[in-house]
C-alpha cells in the first residue's frame, strides 16, 4: 500500500468518526470545562451560605464528627458511611460521604471544629444542582449505565481521532509550517491553519482526556495494562473479624497508619459494614502532587494488622500508569497551571468540529464547482 493511499485512510477515519461522534465529544468536552473547579465552587457556595470556617483549638476527632453525621441523618435508617475525607488547611471542612436509600454517594460537609453541618449533596442549592446535572451528563449523558458506556466509546472513539491527527499534522514534514498560521490569508487557508495548529496543541490533552475516559468507563484497560506490563493484581486483603469483638476504634487505626507512614499525611479513610473487608487509610507523601495521594495503608479492621503498605513510588509499571489515570484526567498533574488549561482542553472538541466542518464545506463546494473543461484549462 502507498504512502499517499495510507494517507487517504487515516484522513478519511479522521473525519469520518470526527464528525459522527463529534455532537457528544462537544457536550463531554463542554461539561468538562465546567466541573475543572467544581470542589472550589461548592466550598464558595458554603461560604456564602455559612461564612469561613474559623479554626478554634484542635479539630474534634473522626469519632465525634461521624457521630454528629450519624445524629443528623437519624431518620435514614438505612444510612451507611461510606468514606471521610479530611480537612488539608486549618480553614477547610470533613467531607463525609454517605449513602441513602436511592442514593449511594451522598457528601456532607462538617465543621471540623464544631460539628456542625453545613450542607449536603442531597439538599443542593441552584449553583450546586446545576454542577451536578453537568457531572451527570460529563460521565453519562444522564442515562446511567447504558450512557457511561456510550461516553465510554465516544472516548475510545476521540482518541483514534487525535491519533490520526497527529499522522496527518503537516508539521512532520516542515516544523515551522505545523505551527505557522498565515492570519492575513483567505479565510479557507486561515481556518485550515487554526485547526492544525489548534488541534496539534490540543491532541495529547485530549487523548489523556477521552481515552482515560474510555478505561475508566468501560473497564478493558486495567486488565489490559496489567497484562502488557507484567504487573499481576495485588492479592485481595481480608480482616478476620474477632469473637465478641467490634472493630477496633478509628483513631487507633490513624495512629497505626501513621507509623507504618510517617511522613504521609492522612487523607481519607475508606469505611464499610463489610466485616470480612480491611480498613483503607489513603495518604498523601511530600513528593506526591496529587490532591489526596496515591499511597495507601490497610489494615484489619479487627486487630490493628497492617496487611498492606502501598507506596506510590514504589508501585509496579502497571499500577504506576493506572494511577496517573487521576491527574491526567482531571488536570491535576501540573497543579493550579494544568488545571486551567483543562478548561480550555474542554472547548476543543467544539473549536475542532467547526473548523474541521468549515474544511470539509470548502471541500465540497470545490468538487460542487468542479467541470471537466475548468479542470483541462487549468
Do not use: C
Not at 469561613?52 to 441523618?73: H, M, N, T
Not at 479530611?86 to 471544629?113: A, C, Q, R, T
Not at 449523558?141 to 503537516?170: F, T
Amino acid at each position: 500500500m502507498s504512502y499517499k493511499k495510507l494517507r487517504n485512510i487515516v484522513f478519511t477515519l479522521h473525519r469520518i468518526l470526527g464528525f459522527a461522534i463529534a455532537p457528544i465529544a462537544i457536550l463531554v468536552g463542554l461539561t468538562g470545562s465546567l466541573i475543572v473547579f467544581q470542589r472550589e465552587i461548592y466550598e464558595f457556595q458554603l461560604y456564602q451560605q455559612f461564612g469561613a470556617i474559623i479554626p478554634q483549638g484542635d479539630r474534634l476527632s473522626l469519632e465525634v464528627i461521624l457521630d454528629f453525621v450519624k445524629a443528623a441523618y437519624a431518620n435514614q435508617p438505612q444510612m451507611a458511611l461510606q468514606r471521610v475525607y479530611f480537612p488539608s488547611k486549618p480553614d477547610d471542612l470533613f467531607d463525609v460521604v454517605i449513602s441513602v436509600p436511592g442514593n449511594d454517594w451522598v457528601e456532607v460537609y462538617v465543621n471540623p471544629y464544631t460539628g456542625v453541618i453545613l450542607g449536603d449533596s442531597l439538599h443542593p442549592n441552584a449553583v450546586q444542582r446545576f454542577i451536578q446535572i453537568v457531572y451527570q451528563l460529563h460521565t453519562s449523558l444522564k442515562l446511567g449505565d447504558l450512557g457511561s458506556q456510550i461516553v465510554g466509546v465516544v472516548g475510545l472513539g476521540i482518541s483514534i481521532v487525535a491519533i490520526a491527527g497527529i499522522i496527518l499534522w503537516p508539521g512532520w514534514r516542515k516544523l515551522m509550517t505545523g505551527f505557522k498560521i498565515k492570519w492575513s490569508a483567505h479565510p479557507k487557508r486561515l481556518n485550515f491553519d487554526l485547526h492544525k495548529v489548534f488541534g496539534i496543541t490540543a491532541a495529547i490533552f485530549l487523548l489523556f482526556t477521552f481515552f482515560t475516559g474510555f478505561a475508566w468507563n468501560l473497564g478493558y484497560v486495567d486488565p489490559l495494562v496489567r497484562a502488557i506490563t507484567f504487573s499481576p493484581s495485588l492479592p485481595e486483603l481480608v480482616s478476620v473479624p474477632l469473637a465478641g469483638q467490634s472493630p477496633l476504634p478509628l483513631s487507633q487505626q490513624m495512629k497505626t497508619a501513621h507509623l507504618a507512614l510517617p511522613d504521609g499525611g492522612l487523607r481519607s479513610i475508606d469505611l464499610t459494614k463489610d466485616p470480612k473487608a480491611p480498613l483503607r487509610l489513603r495518604m498523601k507523601l511530600p513528593q506526591e502532587r496529587e490532591e489526596y495521594g496515591n499511597s495507601n495503608v490497610y489494615l484489619d479492621q479487627y486487630s490493628g494488622q497492617v496487611l498492606r503498605v502501598e507506596i506510590s513510588s514504589k508501585a509496579s509499571l502497571g499500577d504506576k500508569i493506572l494511577n496517573s489515570f487521576q491527574p491526567l484526567h482531571f488536570g491535576t498533574f501540573g497543579g493550579l497551571h494544568t488545571r486551567i488549561l483543562y478548561v480550555f482542553v474542554g472547548l476543543a472538541p467544539l473549536i475542532l468540529f467547526i473548523t474541521g466542518f468549515v474544511m470539509w464545506w470548502y471541500r465540497k463546494r470545490k468538487h460542487k464547482d468542479y467541470s471537466p473543461k475548468q479542470s483541462y484549462i487549468n
